[in-house]
């Protein structure tokens, strides 16, 4: 993907020592796509796979973003209230 890796991690509930439970997965892609169109990137596509180890206790989680075009930005309007303007 093309934000930061510890933050994309850290919502998906992936970091390091993470518990990989079947929630905390199921829960990954929807948060990840949401990180991802808060970020400019409306259709991310998010795709996660977990291999098992010889360590029962350990998995390998393969983790693959494509963040898709970003949102463009046509018009930015601000609006000052008078009484609020303090210059």
Known sequence: ?????????????LGDGAELTPSVLDEARPKLAALYDKR?????????????????????VELGITPGPPRNVGQRV?????????H
């Open 1 to 13: 993907g093309v934000l930061d890796r510890r933050e994309t991690l850290d919502v998906a509930g």
């Open 40 to 60: 400019g990137f409306p259709r991310a596509s998010v795709k996660l796979d977990t291999t098992d180890t010889d360590d029962p206790l350990r998995v390998v």
């Open 78 to 86: 601000f609006v000052i209230r008078p009484e609020e303007d303090r």
